[in-house]
């Protein structure tokens, strides 16, 4: 089975500018998760969704953050307006029940310039 | 929060054993999770434990103690593959995965 794919890869943008980070997670799985990892600190958790809706986004930074998943398959977070403090790895993971494994995808590497 | 603590880096040689601890609060305790990441890389699942005892999945095994808030990954026979970063992360009920700071393994020949 394919596994949890995030896109794009890298992605280096100017401070002030809008960025969309795309995850979709392996087929079937309701649960989806998004990470972000800033270098030198560890993995912290954004948010939870269950299918369509936000289960859990206490970990979302601020408003300038928004996150979808539409018709509960693949999800979007954008960063609008992008700031310096949000350069870091964002990962996204899926699993079929919630407090089981986890599977990630290999992440979005976004550096704000 | 939920601090959970690791070493930052160990350093173990090509075949020997090494064990990784994590610590955590015991409060709310609901699984506990170890990760496997190389660098520039996905975390990849290792081993779960929810219940007092060893886990044992070939050369890894993983042990918990849920009244001491303690866990540790054991490699065995270790191969400079396993050069990477191993993440202990905790989940509480009604929350979360709390990642761990992870820690550093380098193998060495």
């Known amino acids: 089975e394919a596994g949890v794919t995030q896109f794009p890869s890298h992605s280096v943008i100017e401070k002030g500018q809008t960025v969309t980070l795309r995850c979709d997670p392996i087929s079937g799985h309701d649960n989806l998760y998004w990470y972000r990892r800033v270098m030198g600190k560890e993995i912290k958790f954004l948010l939870h969704f269950v299918k369509e809706s936000k289960q859990d986004e206490s970990g979302m930074p601020n408003n300038r953050f928004l996150a979808e998943r539409t018709g509960g398959t693949y999800s979007t977070l954008k960063v609008q307006p992008a700031e310096l403090e949000d350069s870091g790895v964002y990962f996204c993971a899926s699993s079929q029940q919630h407090y089981q494994p986890q599977h990630f995808g290999d992440g979005t590497r976004l550096s704000i310039l | 929060g939920q601090n959970i603590d690791q070493p930052t880096e160990m350093t173990a040689t090509e075949g020997a054993i090494v064990q990784i601890n994590c610590t955590y609060q015991?409060?709310?305790?609901?699984?506990l999770f170890w990760y496997q990441q190389h660098a520039g890389e996905a975390p990849t699942f290792l081993s779960y434990n929810v219940l007092d005892g060893l886990e044992e999945k070939g050369r890894f095994s993983s042990f918990l103690s849920r009244s001491k808030g303690y866990s540790y990954l054991l490699l065995k026979e270790l191969q400079m593959k396993d050069s990477a970063s191993y993440l202990c992360?905790?989940?509480?009920?009604?929350?979360?995965?709390?990642f761990g700071p992870g820690t550093r393994l380098s193998v060495l020949p």
């Open positions: 015991t409060s709310g305790f609901n699984g």
């Open positions: 992360a905790v989940t509480h009920l009604g929350q979360n995965f709390v």
